[in-house]
Nanobody, 125 residues
Framework: QVQLVESGGGLVQAGDSLRLTCAAS????????MGWFRQAPGKEREFVAS????????NYADSVKGRFTISRDNAKNTVYLQMNSLKPEDTAKYYC??????????????????WGQGTQVTVSS
């Protein structure tokens, strides 16, 4: 059974940093793209960041570019999201996603067929 388990969320103040971790089990995703999405209450799930199979290519939503960094460790079957200079508008539940089909970055939810349960990030002003 494939599982993606996120951790690292929490309550922080504006300007603080958090590092989210997504650990995959049940199969390896070393040949596949992975990504992070987020969903705030009353809003649709939105793309945050994506990373290709090797970690050599990444893509970010404009709202997080320059503040967030996605990375991966294929030996650990794990993807990370380093979030710096957090803002109240970053408050959301953050979801890790993986695709079994694509190796390059993907910025829409459709290509991702595995999802974690999410971790809450709350940024106070």
């Amino acid at each position: 059974q494939v599982q993606l388990v996120e951790s690292g969320g929490g309550l922080v103040q504006a300007g603080d940093s958090l590092r989210l971790t997504c650990a995959a089990s049940g199969r390896t995703f070393s040949s596949n793209a992975m990504g992070w999405f987020r969903q705030a209450p009353g809003k649709e799930r939105e793309f945050v960041a994506s990373i290709n199979w090797s970690g050599g290519s990444t893509n970010y939503a404009d709202s997080v570019k320059g503040r967030f960094t996605i990375s991966r460790d294929n030996a650990k079957n794990t993807v990370y999201l380093q979030m710096n200079s957090l803002k109240p508008e970053d408050t959301a539940k953050y979801y890790c996603a993986a695709t079994s089909t694509f190796s390059g970055v993907r910025m829409t939810p459709g290509p991702y067929n595995y999802w974690g349960q999410g971790t809450q990030v709350t940024v106070s002003s």
